[in-house]
Structure formats: C-alpha cells, structure tokens
C-alpha cells in the first residue's frame, strides 16, 4: 500500500477522501489474495465479499469525519445521518469492476466523489493492484499519484487523427460503440475495467472516447470518474448530451454515457447516437 504525500489540491477533504480509499483497498487485497465465493443481485449483477466489506468501511469511516453528510453506495442505497443532514453527499462505488475482480484481472477501483449542493465538487479513483491513485477537485485538475511516479497533472489530448482508439469493456460489449467507432474510421480500442479506469485512460491518453448505451449505469459508475475527467479537460454526457443528476434519489442514468477527449468528437459521438440507437 503506498503512502500519499503532498496533496496537489486544497480541498480540504482531500486527505480524509485519500484515507479512505487505501483503507478500503487494503480490506480488497486482502480478499483478493484468497479465495472467495461469488453471489448475484436480483438484477443478476455479481458481488463478493470484498464489495460488502468495502462498502461498510468507507460508510464508517465517512460517518467518521464527515457525521452530517449523506452517503450513497451501490451496496447500501442511501445512507440518511442520523443528525441534521446537510448539503451534501457522498457517492461510493466500492468495486467498480467487480466481474474483472471475480477474474482477477487486476482492472478494478475503487471510486468515491464529493456531491455538494448537487454538484460535483472532489472525487478519487484509487487501482488497488497497481497502487494508482488519481484526485481531483472542482478547478483544481486532475492528478495521479503512483508507486512508481510523484503527482502528475493529467490533459486529455485534443488531436485524435486520424487513428481513433476506443476505450471498450469485456464483460459488457456496446454495439452501438462499435458501430460508431467503424463509422468514424477507428481502427484501435483498449479494454479496460469499470468506467473510471476506461475514463482515466482517456485521461491519459491511451483512447479517445468511450461509449455505453446501457440502462443500468448509476450514480456511483459515473460521479468520482466525471470529475476527475472533466478536470482533465474531457467531455461527458448521456447519449442525449444531457448532464448526469447527482440528487440523493436521482441515481440511476437511464441514457447510457459518452466519454470524448474533445468537443468536436463528442458532437460527433452524439449525432451518430442518436442516428444509430
């Protein structure tokens, strides 16, 4: 477990938010490391061990520092304080990329953001196996921190000709993704796990985009990776080109997600959705 120093941003949650992520993903390795069994929700989504002991240790340690704030997590819905609430709240994805957990192929994180007042304010996205750390805070960018580097401040790239690379899943195949991608002329795609660590590879610059028309995409796969990817200078909406709700019971994002490293792609991404879906 690596040790973060010298936070590059001032929000002043910033080194709880940092806390907690190792915390939970020290409870992950562990799990990780042995053998575990695999149960199934009602909507026949999988979840382990590791996702409900994570879970419970970042609403602890959240209810810790933070006993006024609301807390929203894939495992336990809304979590109401038990003292006056306040405006805002906390929106955690244990294990975002729980299938690529049960295969242990190493491509998962853990994803907590800051929602005050509705609106996106610090998120972390934090790669156990790897030890990658990526923070950011409203306009303040986005930064990643690893083993093997100090703080580096991420930019998307804005030139994406003329081979276009598409950020893509194993486990959940987007038709519509790849129709797109063929019309525009990619010819590369990079398979990632989670939506965070497919938006940090934008974020680095190893795709261009990525595209899920899914249903079922909720507040906890988007919230922690959209501000770390807006802060560095990506472009995310629904299919429809509407802004993500981060409203306590307005979780659910019913017009799937695009993810571009410019305006101009994304306009594309856009009109061709909305031909082809």
């Not at 709700?245 to 994002?253: G, L, T, V």
């Amino acid at each position: 477990m690596i040790s973060i120093k010298n936070i590059p941003i001032s929000h002043p949650d910033a080194p709880s938010l940092v806390g907690v992520v190792l915390s939970a993903a020290e409870i992950i390795l562990q799990i990780y490391s042995e053998n575990f069994t695999t149960e199934y929700k009602e909507d026949r989504e999988p979840v382990t061990i590791a996702d409900k002991r994570s879970d419970e240790q970042i609403i602890k340690e959240l209810q810790q520092y933070f006993p006024s704030d609301k807390i929203l997590t894939e495992e336990h819905g809304l979590v109401i304080p038990s003292i006056k609430e306040s405006n805002r709240l906390w929106i955690v994805d244990p294990i975002d990329g729980t299938k690529e957990f049960i295969n242990r192929t190493g491509e998962f994180s853990v994803q907590i953001a800051l929602a005050i007042n509705e609106s996106l304010s610090l998120g972390a996205v934090y790669q156990p196996t790897s030890s990658t750390l990526y923070l950011a805070s409203e306009n303040e960018g986005c930064w990643q921190y690893s083993s093997e580097s100090d703080w580096k401040r991420l930019y998307v790239s804005k030139s994406f000709t003329p081979n276009l690379t598409l950020a893509i899943s194993k486990n959940h195949p987007c038709s519509l993704g790849q129709r797109i991608h063929k019309l525009l002329g990619g010819t590369n795609q990079i398979s990632r796990g989670g939506v965070g660590l497919k938006l940090m590879a934008i974020a680095k610059n190893e795709a261009n985009y990525y595209i899920n028309n899914s249903n079922k995409t909720k507040a906890w796969d988007s919230a922690a990776p959209e501000i770390l990817f807006k802060e560095a200078g990506g472009i995310i909406t629904d299919l429809k080109g509407n802004s993500f709700s981060y409203a306590p019971k307005d979780y659910r994002h019913k017009n799937g997600l695009v993810a571009s490293c410019s305006n101009e792609l994304h306009e594309k991404v856009l009109k061709l959705a909305q031909v082809y879906s």
